[in-house]
């Protein structure tokens, strides 16, 4: 797995110049953030395993009615990307009918 984590080649914000490997366009987007890891963040980093990201819309009942998990759709390639506002919009706007 962490040949293929090295392998793939991501530009998730389309701020990089081009596409980078997973771990330097980490730290190339980090950078240009200005973000100091604490060390709590950099033992993260060493776990063998990524925690992907996800967000979810629940209704007032407390059911999720929609979800987008990161890397679901299009593999690791997709890596760091979030769904636009537009996209949540309609998916909110779908649930209200």
């Keep these: 797995m962490q040949e293929v984590f090295r392998a793939t080649r991501v530009n998730p ?10 771990p330097d366009a980490s730290s190339a987007l980090s950078r240009s953030d200005g973000f100091a890891p604490t060390p709590t963040d950099r033992e993260d980093a060493a776990q063998p395993f990524l925690q992907l990201l996800g967000q979810f819309l629940i209704d007032r009942e407390g059911l999720i009615r929609w979800t987008n998990i990161e890397c679901t759709q299009e593999g690791l390639v997709s890596l760091g990307q979030f769904p636009s506002g537009q996209l949540l919009l309609s998916a909110a706007r779908a649930l209200m009918r």
């Design 13 to 22: 914000t389309g701020e990089l110049p081009e596409s980078l490997p997973i």
